[in-house]
């Protein structure tokens, strides 16, 4: 049976605290939901930002660019400026940035892709509603007009995302030299009790993927990309910063996979159902699941800190 993650308490919270400089934080279910502020989570990160540590806040969402990430933060209570926010979508006009690309984007998703992209001074088409108008649906094969210099196709989250959006994100990538890129592959949004399930960018990418026929280049976690860019910029010590995340198969393992400190919260996707099944398959991937510390929420960080410290 795998380790299970330590839970952080009073005996060795001087030593995690000690055991790290940097903090990359998950938003959705970690800091926030929605709207609303979990637990103590603006003061457990402005505590650690008050520590010296340099926090950044490291986001799949793509569906806001850096600006209106630090607005969000500032109307909750966090510290945050443009520099300290890596989205998704910053990421991926950053990689086409850094390879000069100079064609035009085809874009599923939203003014957090395209505002990033024009940062950037990258040309984009095809982020606003295309609904199916044509009945039936064979006839969009003679009213679709692809156009010319598209060399790139990103795909994100896009609640209006349809057939004919698939059609031509797979037309376009007939073309082999047409890059394919996801912002992230998450499979859903947490929505705490709702009942509800909210799809993620995982379903609309892999519905493009399907027809392509071909996998795309992620950006978001867990791919090692976010981290490039982050330690690239900031001149990060894997071994000195801490990730900290809600959704294991993107946080934690982002965060093993660049060999960061670990700290798993079950304030949004995980449970400690999931934690103890991992631990105790046999299965070797689903140990890479488990990370080095668990919380049931980060404002618990806090509370530790003000009770053996202040």
């Known amino acids: 049976m795998a380790r299970l993650p330590k839970r952080i308490d009073r005996e060795c919270l001087k030593k995690f605290l000690d055991s790290f400089d940097n903090v990359l934080t998950d938003c959705d279910g970690v800091l926030w939901t929605g709207d609303k502020i979990i637990g103590q989570a603006n003061e457990a990160l402005n505590k650690l930002h008050a520590l010296g540590k340099k926090v950044f806040y490291v986001t799949n969402n793509s569906t806001k660019s850096r600006d209106e990430y630090v607005e969000k933060c500032k109307n909750l209570g966090f510290i945050a400026e443009k520099e300290s926010i890596v989205s998704s979508s910053y990421v991926s006009a950053q990689y086409l940035s850094q390879m000069k690309f100079d064609k035009k984007v085809y874009v599923i998703g939203t003014s957090g892709i395209t505002k990033e992209l024009d ?18 649906v064979f006839r969009l094969k003679d009213t679709v007009q692809l156009e010319p210099d598209v060399g790139a196709v990103i795909v994100g989250f896009d609640g209006h995302f349809s057939f004919p959006k698939i059609m031509k994100a797979a037309s376009y990538l007939e073309n082999k030299d047409c890059l394919f890129i996801a912002t992230n592959t998450d499979e859903r949004f947490p929505l705490g009790k709702s009942g509800l399930v909210f799809p993620g960018t995982g379903c609309l990418v892999k519905a493009v993927e399907t027809v392509a026929e071909r996998p795309p280049v992620i950006m978001g976690k867990p791919s090692g990309n976010m981290f490039s860019v982050i330690s690239t910029s900031n001149n990060l010590e894997p071994s000195r910063t801490l990730m900290i995340g809600d959704r294991c198969n993107t946080d934690i393992l982002f965060g093993k996979n660049c060999g960061l400190i670990t700290l798993v919260v079950l304030s949004g996707v995980t449970e400690m159902a999931h934690l103890e099944a991992w631990a105790a398959s046999d299965d070797k991937e689903q140990h890479k699941l488990l990370a080095d510390y668990y919380l049931p929420e980060i404002g618990d960080i806090f509370k530790l800190i003000h009770e053996n410290y202040e």
Do not use: F, R, T
């Open 119 to 136: 940062e950037v001074g990258i040309s984009y088409i095809g982020a606003e509603p295309d609904p199916l108008v044509e009945n039936p």
